[in-house]
């Protein structure tokens, strides 16, 4: 039966080469009249998931006749308005940096200034902080130029308060340039003198006294922090204003009375923000009444304690080192002691600062040099103490005082 069968396709071949010679039908278009198989698929082609049964053809879709529309206008969007000319931005002189560009260089001058004194011996280490001061210099009058050209536009703008600013900055630019030009000179020659090293200190203290003037200038001529009139009249009192008053009369006797050479000594203390614990204003106001008491007890007779924020101390008849010390172990006594409040055990610590005041200082000379030397905490850290002898503040080495760990409760009425 096989042998049949293929005897039967061998002449069907035969006649369909036949027919394709006489035809003219190439081998190639014959081979397309055979019947093709599906090509066989690729394993990796294969999906898993698939139906083995073929899939039924897709239903050929029927076209939908095309019906003539109308077509739909877009809308126009409506015209643009015309841009109307922006009105200028209010002017702020207080905007420009020149109060933060100042404070950055007194900082700076500060520390300069503090190693030159503690480096002087050492002509290496002296020549280091003699490049930071110089630095500090050329730094600040690059910024100031700076400012300078932006008061000019703010002035050009319509602001009085940047023009008067741009005429105090100036000022204080033409001084500090002209000492920039003295230290740079200084520095060229070498510092291997001792004299030399002297000239430098002396002209980084003076340059100093030109910093602080320029910023209060500034400040005043900008009208920065000024109170508002309405809210001033409208304040709560301070109710320790009185004594403050009192203590800053009985200072100005002191020193209308004293020596060109002497000096009386005014502290601050201030109460650092709690760490482990939450915020309460009867607490605080609790820490601030047991601090004071300490402070009192660590006073000599005479010495005048002002409760505030901060508390302030009068330290009549110490000279620097009594002062020091006074204030010193106030601050290690608080850090050593443990305030119970109710079942609360709070640990807390204070910053404190004091100054040196002079024959011809008056009030608010003072206190300047107060918050200067209490500001240095924003960059060193608080629980500490600072001093300011007139020309920079800066922090003190921890003194050596008798302390002792105690507890004391706190009232919570």
């Known amino acids: 039966m096989g042998i049949l069968l293929f005897v039967l396709f061998v002449a069907v071949l035969n006649l369909a080469v036949g027919y394709a010679l006489g035809a003219g039908i ?3 278009s014959l081979m397309q009249l055979l019947p093709q198989r599906d090509e066989k698929p690729v394993i990796a082609d294969i999906d898993d998931a698939a139906p083995l049964s073929r899939a039924a053809p897709s239903p050929v879709a029927t076209p939908t006749p095309v019906t003539e529309t109308t077509p739909v206008a877009e809308p126009t969007p409506a015209p643009a308005a015309e841009a109307s000319t922006p009105a200028p931005p209010a002017v702020d002189s207080s905007a420009v940096n020149v109060m933060a560009s100042l404070r ?3 900082e700076k001058l500060n520390s300069a200034s503090v190693e030159l004194k503690l480096n002087q011996e050492d002509p290496e280490k002296f020549g280091a902080s003699a490049t930071k001061l110089q630095e500090a210099n050329h730094d600040y009058l690059e910024e100031a130029g700076e400012a300078i050209k932006k008061l000019d536009e703010l002035g050009a703008a ?3 308060a940047a023009s008067a600013t741009r005429e105090a900055v100036t000022t204080g630019v033409t001084e500090v340039e002209a000492i920039s030009h ?3 000179d200084l520095i060229e020659s070498g510092l291997e003198n001792e004299e030399t090293r002297q000239k430098l200190v002396d002209k980084s203290e003076t340059l100093s006294e030109v910093a602080i003037v320029a910023e209060k200038t500034v400040t005043e001529a900008a009208e920065l922090d000024a109170p508002d009139p309405e809210t ?3 304040a709560d009192h301070d109710p320790h204003t009185d004594e403050i008053d009192r203590l800053f009369d009985h200072l100005e006797s002191l020193l209308a009375e004293a020596q060109d050479d002497a000096v009386s000594h005014v502290a601050v203390v201030r109460v650092d923000a709690l760490t482990d614990s939450e915020p309460d204003e009867a607490l605080t106001l609790a820490l601030e009444e047991s601090i004071g008491a300490i402070a009192k007890e660590l006073l000599d007779p005479g010495q005048t304690f002002v409760p505030g924020h901060p508390a302030m101390m009068l330290l009549e008849g110490d000279v620097y080192d009594q002062a020091l010390e006074r204030v ?7 850090e050593a002691t443990t305030f119970a409040f109710g079942e609360q055990e709070v640990r807390a610590t204070v910053t404190c600062a004091f100054a040196d005041a002079r024959k011809g200082h008056d009030r608010d000379q003072v206190m300047r040099y107060l918050d200067e030397a209490l500001g240095e905490s924003t960059r060193t850290g608080g629980n500490k103490t600072f001093h300011h002898d007139g020309a920079f503040p800066t922090e003190t080495p921890r ?6 760990p105690r507890t004391l409760a706190l009232s919570k009425a």
Request: hydrophobic share 30%; no cysteine.
């Open 232 to 234: 001033s009249e409208t």
């Open 26 to 28: 190439g081998l190639s």
């Open 104 to 106: 950055d260089f007194r």
């Open 182 to 184: 003295e230290i740079d």
């Open 399 to 404: 003194a050596k005082v008798a302390v002792e």
């Open 328 to 334: 010193e172990q106030l601050r290690q006594q608080v």
């Open 158 to 160: 319509g602001d009085t």
